[in-house]
């Protein structure tokens, strides 16, 4: 799921991490985020807990295998039904893709990258967010939210370095262009992406 102009938004994003603190590194956290941000949260939070469910239910009932059935059948409908309950678009993107449709956008592209850099610097992967207010393709004001994904221990029977070949074999038949392997617990695996229209 893709939200606008990829042009305008790496431009905005260019503009708004020269001028914006990050979120995690302001000297003083704002007690009192905007709604949008305090909305955004809470739907990535959302994202995340329904579908570790969805995953940790069908790795017990079949293994890794399961999981990645898990992951292209349901994914995609929590991200859709979490959109039409807070009236954003919601949805996952990674340097490391696996589903084509989840490819970054620019704006998406330079976060991640800045996400990356962050992490380096020492700064906790779940502490990891950014958002902005910018102009996407019609001139429409768009926040925006993105929120890092950690690689967690669960991840790795379909994300990690040492795949079994039944999951090997699932991946390629469902995702032949996959590139989200080789992870490591702790990684940056990728992050929830959100976008809301401003009246």
């Not at 704006?107 to 906790?124: I, S, Y």
């Not at 779940?126 to 207010?133: C, G, I, R, S």
């Amino acid at each position: 799921m893709r939200f606008a102009s990829i042009l305008i938004l790496g431009a905005a994003l260019t503009a708004s991490i020269a001028l914006a603190p990050f979120p995690s590194l302001a000297a003083k956290p704002n007690p009192n985020p905007p709604p949008e941000i305090i909305d955004s949260r809470g739907a990535a939070q959302k994202f995340g807990a329904t579908l570790k469910e969805a995953l940790q239910q069908a790795m017990q009932s079949g293994g890794a295998v399961n999981s990645v059935a898990v992951c292209h059948d349901k994914a995609e409908q929590i991200a859709t039904d979490l959109s039409k309950n807070t009236g954003m678009l919601v949805g996952r993107t990674s340097l490391k893709i696996r589903n084509p449709a989840n490819a970054p956008d620019n704006w998406e592209l330079a976060v991640l990258k800045q996400f990356d850099a962050r992490k380096a610097q020492g700064e906790p992967i779940d502490k990891l967010e950014f958002f902005a207010v910018i102009d996407d393709d019609q001139g429409q004001k768009t926040f925006r939210y993105m929120k890092a994904i950690p690689t967690a221990a669960l991840c790795l029977g379909c994300h990690g370095e040492h795949l079994t070949p039944e999951v090997d074999a699932k991946l390629k038949e469902l995702y032949p262009n996959d590139t989200a392997r080789g992870f490591k617990e702790g990684d940056l695996r990728g992050a929830f992406t959100l976008a809301k229209p401003l009246q």
